[in-house]
């Protein structure tokens, strides 16, 4: 049985990993072949970062994840702090809402938000690009700021608020002083979670970005439509190492921290 | 003598209840008062309003005789000691108890001497670096103590603080906040749904009940005395009997007539009264005007509780003395044991 | 009072950007250019039906495959040791990480006439198969995108099984088996439910999938909606009737999942 689990576990690695795999030998292979290894190279990691567009698209998604992630953090940390007042009939409607860009499939989102700014485009001065893209990416970020940083709230002792209150402080300073550091590891992987999602979206950027504001994942698919080019490779691999990178870090601060917590 | 809090006429309603019924209450210096209830009697609603975290909808609340009402918790003269405790998660003990003192701006010479009195005063010295959510029930109420006591309010409030720790333990720190109380000479205004609490540890003891104060005495007068039937009731276990007050000092109960020391009810008035177990003495029936079966015996330690049945109601005895179950038995007590109380209301 | 008006902000961005958006894609499935009512943008839904077929097929199996693959992973994940347990999520979790388009181009890679599964084939003699452009290469791309959708929910609540009851289970008579059929099976239901929608949702609604995997000769709704908008055929009415009739697909299948759940629920008590 423990033999069977092993097994089975690692059929389903393979089945993840070796797609990957595949992508990173050949980001180093000589030709362009997808099949026969017939040198290593790293002439296509050079012309990677030769390639303006693809910086230039990277550039727009980190400046674009950025700016939607943080207003969607102040935007749903400031809104959880009012909800967290609410009885429990709006606040219901209002988690219902929350929930809408998450449960609606993405391309419904990115196609409604199109309508929307065709509609304002044709009447005001508003032209597809960064600023359309940002409003979509904080439209569907800011939810997850909310769900992840409502239980903080819910969690937290109703009575901290009053008793700092209690201890001199005025609302705003109680605010900062005890709520906040209270509600801060909601607030960062709400933030996080946002920030991940911005860099990652591709179908909701699709629809609202226009052709002035490509973001690396629009640069990513147009690739793709066209013939075969082994610097996806290369990027793939980068994106990998810079994910793996990430996470071993995030797994370490974690430990680091239970352990703190634990002694 | 001079009334520290006093509230006058305090009304507050909630969702088209009536949580505060008109209550007055004053409150002396240097006093440790317990407002006891049952849950949703108003007494926490009533320790908010002083605290600041509730504003009455109507009535005038005073502190040193200044009217309070709109004054923000921040800008009162008093501390509360809250009902989980409400310990700041992510500060240790020192912190914590400084806390207060920090946001005053002290000089830190100061607030580290404060700290260290405060922390002698709780018992909790070398404590200070220690992570809050690493100590026990009993020292996080401790340090909830400390934090408030250290601001040096006139009056500490404490809602129900002692409610999430064991028996023993609180038994201990009753004492404890008694002591603390006494040596520090400030009012302490303490919420508790346990009676015994309130009668081990207050000079005054306000039972309240649905929004209304039924009695403010000090807790031999409230065991002793007790002003109508719900009092009786929830202080101590007692025998409410239907009964008709005959005249001045004769009280009919059961068919049959008792002396009591009551007046002023009136004549053939319908009454309850009062009987406390431990006033009750069991005697050969032809000793007794009322007498009745024993249905059950259950020892409790330092008596035995006896419930026996006469008249259609069950009596509940306590004595050092066990009777045998099923046997026919006297019930006796004295005039002085006897207490009358108007017909509670609904 | 004066503290929920804190929420003002976000409820104001929410039904700019979230409800009055939705309601657009109403009002252009309803009515025509000039503001006169009309279903024909919803009638000539139907002549798409296939693609909705297809779509609905597709991910369906994508689906079913996803959780036959996750339920047994989810529960050996979850037997695992703690100590080991987060690292190993954090590796069947990673390729989530990786923008999906560059997963789907790797299949591309593999799948392909001259790709690497063909090639060593080819070393054995067989082949080359057609694999790239056909709907099995797209039900693959779904699988493998969405799979950690599936896996994650369901390892959540396979850990969240008190081990007692197991133990209590076994104590009743219940084999490791009947033990997974009466007792983690109907307390996995919850995320079973949530890993098929996670999984459903963007399956049935992709485009990316259905054009990198499956040619141009499996079109799914998704394409179907993106042509509307983006495509040369630009027509955002029938765009967005086809998007409400997305919508209204999903809502009833999910809806008709939480009645089994319920039913369910019922049998069990």
């Given at each position: ?8 576990v ?5 089945f993840?990993?070796?797609?990957i ?21 790293l002439?296509?990691?050079e ?16 400046i ?12 749903g940390?400031?809104a ?9 009939a709006p606040?219901?409607?209002i ?7 998450i ?5 419904v ?6 309508l929307?700014?065709?509609?304002f ?6 032209e ?8 979509a990416?904080?439209t569907?970020d800011?939810?997850y700021?909310v ?5 903080k709230?819910?969690?937290m002792?109703?009575?901290?608020y ?14 900062f002083?005890v ?29 609202t970005?226009g052709?002035?504001?490509?973001t ?29 990178v ?10 680091r ?7 | 003598m001079?009334?520290?809090v006093?509230?006058?006429d305090i009304?507050v309603n909630?969702?088209?209840?009536q ?12 006093e ?8 949703g ?6 320790l ?19 009217k ?19 310990l ?6 020192y ?18 001497k ?12 070398g404590?200070?670096?220690?992570n809050?959510s ?25 809602d129900e603080p002692?409610g ?12 404890e ?7 520090l ?5 303490y ?5 015994e ?5 207050s000079?005054?003891?306000?039972v309240?009940n649905?929004g209304?104060?039924?009695?403010i005495g ?18 101590g276990e007692?025998?409410?009997?239907p ?8 009280v009919e ?5 008792f002396v ?7 004549n ?41 049945e ?7 005895i ?8 099923g ?18 209301k609904? | ?34 503001g ?10 139907a ?20 959780l ?32 999906f388009?560059?997963?789907?181009y790797?299949?591309?890679?593999l ?8 090639t ?5 003699g ?7 452009n056909?709907q ?7 699988v493998y ?6 896996i ?5 609540v396979?850990t969240?099984?008190?081990k ?6 076994n104590d ?6 009947k033990?997974?059929?009466?007792v ?19 399956a ?15 079109l799914?709704?998704?394409?179907l909606?993106e042509?509307?908008f ?12 086809i ?11 999910m809806?008709?999942m ?12």
């Amino acid at each position: 049985m423990k033999k069977l689990s092993k097994l089975y576990v690692g059929l389903i690695l393979a089945f993840l990993y070796l797609p990957i795999l595949v992508l990173i030998i050949f980001s180093f292979n000589t030709s362009k072949s997808r099949s026969v290894f017939s040198g290593f190279t790293l002439e296509w990691y050079e012309k990677l970062f030769h390639n303006e567009l693809i910086m230039t698209s990277l550039g727009n998604t980190l400046i674009v994840a950025v700016v939607a992630s943080l207003i969607a953090t102040v935007l749903g940390t400031v809104a959880c702090i009012g909800i967290s007042r609410m009885r429990k009939a709006p606040k219901a409607v209002i988690m219902q809402v929350t929930n809408i860009p998450i449960m609606n499939p993405e391309i419904v989102t990115g196609v409604s938000l199109m309508l929307l700014f065709v509609f304002f485009a044709a009447r005001m001065h508003l032209e597809f690009g960064f600023v359309t893209l940002i409003i979509a990416h904080i439209t569907f970020d800011v939810p997850y700021v909310v769900l992840n940083v409502m239980p903080k709230f819910r969690q937290m002792d109703a009575n901290l608020y009053e008793a700092a209150q209690d201890l001199g402080c005025g609302p705003v300073r109680a605010f900062f002083k005890v709520v906040f550091p209270e509600i801060m590891p909601g607030v960062i992987s709400g933030f996080l979670m946002a920030f991940t999602f911005s860099l990652d979206d591709f179908i909701v950027s699709y629809f609202t970005s226009g052709s002035t504001a490509q973001t690396l994942p629009i640069t990513i698919y147009a690739m793709t439509r066209r013939k075969v080019s082994p610097e996806i490779n290369a990027l793939s691999t980068i994106i990998f190492v810079v994910v793996v990178v990430i996470l071993i870090v995030k797994n370490m601060i974690e430990r680091r921290a239970e352990k703190k917590g634990a002694v | 003598m001079e009334h520290i809090v006093s509230l006058k006429d305090i009304v507050v309603n909630f969702d088209g209840e009536q949580i505060l019924n008109h209550i007055n209450l004053d409150i002396k210096d240097k006093e440790f008062v317990t407002l006891l209830g049952p849950s949703g009697c108003g007494k926490t609603t009533t320790l908010r309003i002083i605290g600041g975290f509730l504003e009455p909808d109507s009535g005038v609340i005073t502190f040193e005789g200044k009217k309070i009402n709109g004054l923000p918790a921040y800008k009162r003269n008093v501390n509360t000691v809250f009902q989980r405790y409400a310990l700041f998660p992510h500060l240790n003990v020192y912190e914590n108890i400084a806390f207060g003192l920090h946001v005053k701006k002290l000089p830190e010479r100061e607030i580290r001497k404060r700290v260290g009195e405060m922390l002698d005063l709780v018992n909790l010295r070398g404590y200070e670096k220690r992570n809050i959510s690493r100590l026990s029930g009993g020292q996080q109420q401790r340090v909830a103590i400390a934090r408030a006591l250290v601001n040096r309010p006139k009056v500490l409030l404490l809602d129900e603080p002692l409610g999430a720790l064991d028996l023993k333990l609180r038994k201990e720190m009753q004492i404890e906040l008694k002591r603390i109380q006494q040596s520090l000479e400030i009012t302490f205004i303490y919420v508790t749904h346990d009676q015994e609490e309130a009668l081990t540890m207050s000079d005054t003891v306000v039972v309240m009940n649905q929004g209304n104060i039924q009695q403010i005495g000090t807790p031999v007068d409230i065991y002793n005395e007790p002003e109508n039937a719900f009092v009786a009731d929830f202080i101590g276990e007692s025998n409410i009997i239907p009964g008709i007050m005959l005249k001045d000092c004769l009280v009919e109960i059961s068919g049959r007539e008792f002396v009591c020391v009551d007046k002023g009810f009136g004549n053939n008035t319908p009454v309850d009264v009062v009987i406390r177990p431990e006033d009750i003495t069991l005697v050969p029936t032809e000793d007794a005007k009322l007498s009745g079966v024993v249905t059950s015996v259950t020892f409790k330690g330092v008596h035995y509780e006896m419930v026996v049945e006469a008249y259609d109601y069950q009596w509940l005895i306590q004595s050092t003395r066990s009777a045998e179950l099923g046997s026919a038995v006297g019930i006796s007590f004295g005039p002085d044991d006897i207490h009358i109380m108007h017909k509670m209301k609904g | 009072m004066k503290q929920k008006l804190l929420a003002a902000p976000y409820l104001v961005w929410m039904a700019v950007f979230v409800i009055v958006p939705l309601i657009m894609v109403a009002y252009f499935a309803f009515f025509d250019s000039d503001g006169n009512f009309t279903l024909q943008y919803v009638a000539d839904v139907a002549q798409y039906s296939n693609i909705f077929v297809r779509s609905v097929w597709l991910a369906a199996l994508a689906t079913v495959i996803c959780l036959v693959l996750s339920y047994p992973l989810a529960y050996i994940l979850a037997k695992m040791d703690t100590k080991v347990q987060s690292t190993m999520l954090m590796i069947v979790i990673l390729p989530m990480w990786m923008n999906f388009l560059l997963r789907t181009y790797a299949w591309m890679t593999l799948l392909g006439n001259e790709g690497i599964i063909n090639t060593l084939l080819g070393y054995i003699g067989l082949g080359p198969f057609k694999m790239l452009n056909t709907q099995g290469a797209v039900v693959l791309g779904m699988v493998y995108d969405y799979i950690p959708y599936m896996i994650l929910p369901l390892y959540t609540v396979m850990t969240k099984i008190d081990k007692s009851v197991l133990e209590a289970a076994n104590d009743l008579g219940c084999n490791s088996f009947k033990t997974l059929i009466k007792v983690v099976l109907p307390l996995s239901l919850p995320g079973i439910m949530s890993g098929i929608t996670m999984v459903f949702v963007p399956a049935i609604s992709t485009f990316i999938i259905s054009r990198m995997l499956g040619g141009g000769s499996n079109l799914l709704i998704g394409d179907l909606i993106e042509m509307q908008f983006l495509g040369n055929s630009y027509n955002p009415n029938l765009g967005a009737s086809i998007s409400l009739v997305l919508m209204v697909i999903i809502l009833l299948i999910m809806t008709l999942m939480n009645q089994f759940d319920v039913d369910d629920d019922r049998v069990l008590m």
